[in-house]
């Protein structure tokens, strides 16, 4: 089993930057993958963003490309996000996701292949 935690997300205002983290415990040294989505209130839960170990391959939804950087301390087991000049529509609960599977580049970005999940942490954009 591989447990995950997500740090506190907040408020922030339009423009400005936030970053998450999500740490794992348990069988952390056998995730593959990890990545984050969210879920916006009466939406479905969307990727955002992930990060595959064995060659490093980092994937962002279009949404945040150029404004998200997804890393990843392996040392701490953590992954992190960096979100950069924050939307009112980035407005959401964010969920840290995990997998020991190996993930393909087109599974990557599909919430059905991961199968550890964090609490999820809220992030409200707004002045």
């Known amino acids: 089993q591989v447990q995950l935690v997500e740090s506190a997300g907040g408020l922030v205002q339009p423009g400005g930057s936030l970053r998450l983290s999500c740490e794992a415990s348990g069988r952390a040294s056998q995730i593959s993958t990890m990545g984050w989505f969210r879920q916006a209130p009466g939406k479905e839960r969307e990727f955002v963003a992930t990060f595959r170990r064995g060659d490093n391959k980092k994937v962002y939804a279009g949404s945040v490309k150029g404004r998200a950087t997804i890393s990843r301390d392996n040392v701490k087991n953590t992954l992190y996000l960096q979100m950069n000049s924050l939307k009112s529509e980035d407005t959401a609960a964010y969920y840290c996701?995990?997998?020991?599977?190996?993930?393909?580049?087109?599974?990557?970005?599909?919430?059905?292949?991961?199968?550890?999940w964090g609490q999820g942490t809220q992030v409200t954009v707004s002045a």
């Open positions: 996701a995990a997998t020991t599977k190996s993930l393909i580049l087109s599974s990557m970005g599909r919430k059905e292949h991961y199968d550890y």
